[in-house]
């Protein structure tokens, strides 16, 4: 069975350019996480969904990022203008719910110059 | 708040133990995990123990947990070439991978 599948795998944009990251979980896990690596620290959550509902999302800069996961499968991770600051790696991970292990993807390289 | 901290390098000669060392704040944290990211992959759970004991073993890996000084450790027995990576530590409140938070990792090198 395939893991957790993020695209693409690498991404350099300018700044102020829109970019979106593509994640599709485990078949049958509801439950889907976005987190931001920034280089040198460990993963920060940007937003939680249960199935296709946002649950958590206290971490994501609203003025610029916003995510869908309009199936409840699927899901895209958007930011509408990049700054330089965005420059991570952007991690999806999924689970099923209540259980202790999140299975994570490769991440996508985001570099903005 | 909750805060994890860890080591940011190890090394060590391969065949040697490695331990890597973490410290957390939460004291309601309920379990503790250890992930490993090899270069250029996403993170995979290695282990994780339940507040409420003390040690863990699987096979080379032994998790050791102080409470009262929240305190974790990984060790990890004959340490191979292809145990190189980052280790990070991470605390859950809610006892399920809702929760997550994560230290800034401590990179493990093995020297042959």
């Known amino acids: 069975e395939a893991g957790v599948v993020q695209s693409p795998r690498y991404k350099i944009i300018e700044k102020k350019q829109p970019v979106a990251f593509w994640c599709n979980p485990i078949?049958?896990?509801?439950?889907l996480y976005w987190y931001r690596q920034n280089l040198g620290q460990g993963p920060e959550l940007l937003i939680r969904?249960?199935?296709?509902?946002?649950?958590?999302d206290s971490q994501l800069p609203k003025d610029r990022f916003s995510a869908e996961r309009l199936k409840g499968v699927d899901s895209t991770l958007k930011i509408q203008p990049a700054e330089l600051g965005d420059s991570a790696v952007y991690l999806c991970?999924?689970?099923?719910?209540?259980?202790?292990?999140?299975?994570f993807g490769q991440g996508t390289r985001l570099t903005v110059v | 708040g909750e805060d994890v901290e860890q080591s940011l390098f190890l090394s060590v000669r391969e065949g040697d133990s490695s331990v890597i060392n973490c410290t957390y704040t939460?004291?309601?944290?309920?379990?503790l995990y250890w992930y490993k990211q090899e270069p250029g992959a996403g993170l995979q759970l290695l282990t994780y123990?339940?507040?409420?004991?003390d040690m863990k073993q699987d096979q080379r890996l032994t998790v050791l947990l102080n409470k009262k000084d929240k305190h974790l450790s990984l060790r990890i027995a004959d340490t191979q070439t292809g145990d190189s990576a980052i280790y990070f530590c991470?605390?859950?409140?809610?006892?399920?991978?809702?929760?997550?938070?994560f230290g800034s990792g401590t990179q493990l090198t093995v020297l042959p």
């Open positions: 991970a999924s689970s099923v719910p209540g259980e202790t292990e999140a299975f």
């Open positions: 078949s049958g896990h509801n439950t």
């Open positions: 969904y249960e199935n296709e509902e946002a649950v958590d």
């Open positions: 939460d004291s309601s944290s309920t379990y």
């Open positions: 123990i339940f507040s409420n004991m």
């Open positions: 991470a605390e859950s409140m809610g006892g399920s991978a809702r929760q997550l938070t």
